[in-house]
């Protein structure tokens, strides 16, 4: 069974800086795009960044020039440099990614989540 586990949420001051990973774990051929999502409370589910396996990047406006997409494919895992941080950035965190499995078909797998709360 294929996993993706995220890591680095906490609690941090506005115009600081946190750094998310996610790891997939599980028998794994490859993995296609990856991204990054967000969910405030009472809010939807938002697309913060995806990534590519090539390295294409695309990010939502309200995080440009902040936040960092990146991946590393030999380790299956991804990571979102968060800077800038501001208190309408608080949110929890997942990370999804399309995972090419032994059976030949990609599947869509989701992290459990890591929670982000930037406030003074």
């Known amino acids: 069974q294929v996993r993706l586990v995220e890591s680095g949420g906490g609690l941090v001051q506005p115009g600081g800086s946190l750094r998310l990973s996610c790891a997939a774990s599980g028998i794994i051929i490859n993995i296609a795009t990856m991204g990054w999502y967000r969910q405030a409370p009472g809010k939807q589910r938002e697309l913060v960044a995806n990534?590519?396996?090539?390295?294409?990047?695309n990010y939502a406006d309200s995080v440009k020039g902040r936040f960092t997409i990146s991946r590393d494919n030999a380790k299956n895992t991804m990571y979102l440099q968060m800077n800038s941080l501001k208190p309408e950035d608080t949110a929890d965190y997942s990370c999804?990614?399309?995972?090419?499995?032994?059976?030949?078909?990609?599947?869509?797998?989701w992290g459990q989540g890591t929670l982000v709360t930037v406030s003074s």
């Open positions: 999804n990614g399309h995972v090419l499995t032994r059976e030949l078909r990609y599947v869509e797998v």
């Open positions: 990534i590519t396996r090539s390295g294409s990047t």
